[in-house]
């Protein structure tokens, strides 16, 4: 019926016709968008791991509010389609795969090695909130809003906005480069310095530290996010908003550079005037926001020549008009059979809160628990390894045949779950010589484990790693020189009935203080340590004490 065969009186039924529709879909919406949110809980170690890295590393810190933003396009564009629900049972596949995906990397360690200082966990922590994103945008607002919306929900891969092994690789060298650039400008004051590489001290009480805050990174990172969204809204071509990004994270680095050379002229007046020595923290944010105006002003000035429509006000999303904003009549179903989606999902989850105690145990506070004897070789010492905070990561206990005998230490985690050491070592900048499989006799069998080849520069070690779930040990990996995988079976019984044990990390160790040996006589001698120490264990005996009953 068109409106010009209504009636006077049957105008103000089908505007209420019409708002009711209009509530209905609007409550559709949100009704949707809280279980979206509510579904998150269904992954909630990818959650939990990105939240700890936003928290604890500033670098990435950025990453915390790209769901935020990707969030409020898709919104921007749902709205734009007059909040369309034609939802594809489609999203309901790839969020229960994702779901899926997720509890077997809980359970497994599943990780690809490119390098000795880059490898990557499968799936990656990005790529789960892609699919997550996708997944919901499709189940509920169909094709035509996943078309429109590609762009959000894309950018959600940028969760973690700076790969590992850019700490590296580039964070590391550009914090030297800005500490040479900073005191080569002091030179050229005049102003002598110690000889320190990345103290610029001024007087043996008054200088600064160039730390790798310090080296432009995270202000190039944030620029070039903030280009990279605005090009998106404003619709810039290609080329201008790929132009405008790189020049947004040049421009970060250029900038920072400026404002270490400007505090430098600040320590050098502050010399002359000692009450501006305890003002050099606010003189430093006032000199970054003066910047930052110049940068905003310069990236605003790009826009208004290259916007389409000449001016600063964003044109509304390029989306074409929706033919109804009546909700669709399968949203009950979908709604249903996501919700169903989510319980057994958050199932293993809540259990493990609910087994989770209040406080730290006393005995991950205290040393493992390790059997005196275990075949020939004899308990020497124990010891814990600690994070910063206190957590302790593994037990580690020392074995030994006599006083002349190879030492072999095997560590259990009483807090970690399924994880490879290889990351930890490529953390600390530690580069493996050698990496492949081993199979070993235990007394309850063959076991596989995941080993690693170390030169320290006075020593060589060979780690061999593992994960237990139950009575069972095994990892596995491929051996390569640059790339392979490391991967251990994840417990059918767990998947299948959500039932929350850890699965424990365990880890072996031989070492030999002659680093001169060659790596392939090294890794011949430090596996037959390790096969006779195994001769006489069971590793599954090592992780009972952790084991959730």
């Given at each position: 019926m068109s409106t010009a065969d209504l009636t006077a009186a049957d105008r103000p039924r089908v505007r209420e016709e019409r708002a009711a529709d209009g509530l209905r879909t609007v409550s559709g919406v949100a009704i949707a968008v809280s279980l979206g949110i509510a579904g998150l809980f269904a992954i909630s170690s990818t959650c939990n791991a990105l939240w700890d890295m936003w928290m604890k590393d500033p670098l990435k810190s950025i990453g915390g509010l790209i769901p935020i933003v990707s969030f409020v396009l898709i919104v921007r564009i749902w709205r734009s389609l007059r909040w369309e629900m034609d939802g594809s049972w489609w999203g309901l596949a790839i969020l229960a795969a994702t779901i899926a995906i997720v509890h077997v990397r809980d359970?497994?360690?599943?990780?690809?090695?490119?390098?000795?200082?880059?490898?990557?966990?499968?799936?990656?922590?990005?790529?789960?909130?892609?699919?997550?994103?996708?997944?919901?945008?499709?189940?509920?607002?169909?094709?035509?809003?996943?078309?429109?919306?590609?762009?959000?929900?894309?950018?959600?891969?940028?969760?973690?906005?700076?790969?590992?092994?850019?700490?590296?690789?580039?964070?590391?060298?550009?914090?030297?480069?800005?500490?040479?650039?900073?005191?080569?400008?002091?030179?050229?004051?005049?102003?002598?310095?110690?000889?320190?590489?990345?103290?610029?001290?001024?007087?043996?009480?008054?200088?600064?530290?160039?730390?790798?805050?310090?080296?432009?990174?995270?202000?190039?990172?944030?620029?070039?996010?903030?280009?990279?969204?605005?090009?998106?809204?404003?619709?810039?071509?290609?080329?201008?908003?790929?132009?405008?990004?790189?020049?947004?994270?040049?421009?970060?680095?250029?900038?920072?550079?400026?404002?270490?050379?400007?505090?430098?002229?600040?320590?050098?007046?502050?010399?002359?005037?000692?009450?501006?020595?305890?003002?050099?923290?606010?003189?430093?944010?006032?000199?970054?926001?003066?910047?930052?105006?110049?940068?905003?002003?310069?990236?605003?000035?790009?826009?208004?020549?290259?916007?389409?429509?000449?001016?600063?006000?964003?044109?509304?999303?390029?989306?074409?008009?929706?033919?109804s904003s009546k909700i669709s009549q399968l949203f009950i179903p979908r709604f249903l059979a996501f919700v169903v989606l989510i319980v057994l999902g958050s199932v293993s989850y809540a259990r493990a809160m609910m087994r989770m105690p209040s406080s730290p145990s006393t005995q991950s506070r205290q040393v493992g628990v390790f059997p005196v004897h275990v075949g020939e070789y004899r308990l020497q010492r124990e010891w814990n390894e600690s994070l910063a905070t206190g957590v302790v990561i593994f037990h580690w206990g020392e074995y030994t045949q006599g006083s002349a005998a190879p030492v072999v230490s095997i560590g259990v985690s009483p807090t970690l779950g399924a994880h490879d050491t290889l990351v930890c070592h490529a953390a600390r900048g530690e580069d493996w010589i050698w990496h492949g499989p081993l199979t070993l006799p235990t007394t309850a069998g063959n076991a596989n484990l995941s080993a690693v080849l170390f030169n320290s520069g006075s020593t060589q070690y060979l780690e061999a790693a593992s994960v237990c779930s139950g009575s069972t040990c095994n990892q596995s990996s491929t051996e390569r020189t640059h790339f392979g995988l490391i991967y251990s079976h994840p417990s059918t019984h767990d998947l299948l009935t959500q039932i929350p044990s850890r699965p424990i990390p365990i880890l072996l160790r031989a070492e030999t203080p002659n680093a001169a040996m060659s790596p392939a006589q090294a890794r011949t001698e430090l596996t037959q340590s390790l096969t006779n120490f195994l001769s006489g264990a069971d590793l599954a005996d090592f992780t009972k004490p952790y084991r959730q009953h």
């Open positions: 359970q497994a360690v599943i990780e690809m090695v490119l390098s000795p200082s880059w490898s990557i966990v499968l799936p990656p922590h990005s790529l789960v909130a892609v699919a997550y994103a996708a997944g919901f945008v499709l189940l509920f607002g169909g094709i035509r809003l996943l078309r429109a919306a590609w762009f959000p929900v894309a950018l959600m891969w940028f969760v973690n906005p700076v790969p590992h092994f850019f700490n590296r690789y580039i964070d590391l060298p550009l914090q030297h480069a800005s500490a040479v650039i900073a005191r080569s400008f002091a030179h050229a004051l005049g102003q002598p310095l110690t000889p320190d590489q990345l103290s610029l001290m001024f007087t043996p009480k008054f200088g600064m530290f160039i730390a790798p805050g310090c080296n432009g990174i995270r202000g190039a990172v944030t620029m070039g996010f903030i280009a990279l969204i605005t090009g998106y809204l404003y619709r810039l071509r290609l080329r201008h908003c790929l132009l405008l990004t790189a020049g947004a994270v040049l421009l970060g680095y250029v900038f920072n550079f400026v404002r270490l050379c400007g505090l430098v002229g600040y320590y050098v007046i502050a010399l002359r005037h000692p009450w501006l020595q305890d003002r050099a923290a606010m003189g430093d944010y006032i000199l970054g926001a003066c910047l930052f105006f110049v940068a905003t002003m310069l990236l605003f000035g790009l826009l208004l020549r290259w916007s389409p429509r000449r001016d600063l006000r964003p044109p509304p999303p390029a989306v074409a008009d929706a033919v």
